[in-house]
């Protein structure tokens, strides 16, 4: 079968892939292919939608009403919708990632009934460069969903490939050989309503939380407050690296801005760890009855490991996350060298390199990338580096980049 052509293959519908289709859109591309297996807003709305948010509203709504054709969504969305839903929230405040993920959804709803819009429910599986044409050629190879097969397999050529697979949290094997120890998952622990019955209420259990940033904060609030509520024989081994840090909201000559606006800890996760988890705090807070904090660091974590691990039933790593497998990805058909993991990630033109010999690298024509895999890198005033992760972040990001990419 002839592959069919398109203008742009965006890969993943999380919020990262709905702003790329809204961007691409509005730069007036006319037929983008969009490739999920799901349409459901991506891992926000599959796993978090009882995360509380760590950025205000407004961020969610600027989201919403950041491209031309997201504004025409909002439009023709018969009232209530999700859009007046998150309207009608303190602006000003954070929420919980609910209201988000219904924003999501019913923006991916409004994109696949556009004409523009070619639907296509599976996963990419792998994707060839033929760059011996003057413009880059793509052919993008697609397993349909619930499909294993070849035959359900479809094909696209198109110019243009984005990349906006998201990222899985970071799962290192457990530290030491422990028979009785099981691993939590950490979406799992991020989701107290799944908790509650995962965890049995009538048996001692000790849960080690590692990590130090949001989601071990989480990790931390959503155990205590079981601990307090409906599990009193569950403790918690609290290992972490380095002390709290916070989110700094500044006004200053540089104007008004956020420092550690990335890493810092924000919105309840913040307030629980200030409130209860600091050093002066801890052993006098009503969390400090159930959580032992034990500082580690690299030259001392596995002794410490050795020393208390034992004593737990479970472990839970909150330790940041790593992108998802890409696509096996090659050039001119030779599949004795896919480059999928060779990639060098370029946030100022939101494309990729690919090395070639000694300090030398290639642009990969026509590759790009977006949301929590691939970043923009940015620096604030005081010249510390982050990548900007978040939905309004993705939006501001590829409003610099997409002009670029067409
Ligand atoms: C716990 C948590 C809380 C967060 N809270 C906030 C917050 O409060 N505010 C904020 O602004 N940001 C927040 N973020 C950051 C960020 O907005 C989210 O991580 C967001 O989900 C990232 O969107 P994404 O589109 O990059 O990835 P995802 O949402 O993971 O979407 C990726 C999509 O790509 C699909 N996919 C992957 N591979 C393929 C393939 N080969 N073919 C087809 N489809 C594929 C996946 O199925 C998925 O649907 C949070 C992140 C986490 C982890
Ligand atoms: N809405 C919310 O409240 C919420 C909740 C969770 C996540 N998020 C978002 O999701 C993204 C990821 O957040 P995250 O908190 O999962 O990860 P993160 O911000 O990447 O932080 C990971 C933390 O784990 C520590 N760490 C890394 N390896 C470790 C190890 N081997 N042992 C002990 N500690 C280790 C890191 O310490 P070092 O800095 O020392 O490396 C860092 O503090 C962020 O964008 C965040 O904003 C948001």
Partial sequence: MTPQSCAAVVVGAGPAGIAVMGNLLELGLNKIAWVDPSFDGGRVNRKYREVPSNTKVLFFQAFATGTQPFRRIIRSTPLPNAFSTLMKLDQDQTCSLHYAADMCRA?????????????????????????????????????????????????????????????????????????????????????????????PRTEPLTIAVVGGSHSAVLALMNLYELARATHPQLRIKWFTRHALRYAEYRNDEHGAWILRDNTG??????????????????????????????????????????????????????????????????????????????????????????????????????????????????????????????????????????????
């Avoid at 429910?121 to 070849?150: F, K, M, Y």
């Avoid at 052993?283 to 050795?306: C, H, N, T, V």
């Fill in 107 to 199: 923006l991916t709803d409004g994109l696949l009934k556009m004409d523009a819009v070619v639907q296509v429910r599976g996963e990419v599986v792998s994707a060839d460069l033929d760059d011996t044409t003057s413009q880059p050629q793509w052919t993008v190879h697609i397993r349909r969903q619930g499909t294993s097969n070849d035959q359900t397999a479809t094909s696209i050529i198109t110019p243009r490939l984005i990349l906006c697979t998201g990222s899985d949290p970071t799962t290192p094997s457990i530290p030491i050989d422990a028979d009785k120890l099981s691993r939590l998952d950490l979406d799992t622990v991020l989701q107290p309503s799944t908790l509650y019955h995962t965890l």
């Fill in 265 to 406: 800890l924000k919105g309840q996760a913040a307030e629980f760890a200030w409130a209860q988890l600091e050093d002066d705090k801890l052993p006098q807070s009503d969390a400090g009855r159930f959580i032992q904090k034990i500082p580690i660091s690299e030259s001392d974590e596995m002794d410490l490991y050795a020393e208390h691990l034992p004593q737990c039933t479970h472990i839970v790593h909150a330790i940041g996350f790593t992108r998802s497998p890409l696509p096996t990805l090659t050039i001119a058909g030779d599949r004795t060298k896919p480059i999928q993991d060779q990639l060098q990630w370029d946030s100022s033109v939101g494309g990729f390199l690919l090395p070639c010999g000694k300090d030398t690298a290639m642009v990969v024509p026509g590759l790009h990338g977006a949301g929590i895999a691939f970043p923009e890198r940015v620096r604030d005033p005081f010249g510390n580096v982050e990548w900007a992760v978040g939905f309004f972040k993705f939006m501001k990001f590829l409003r610099r980049v997409c002009p670029m990419w067409v």
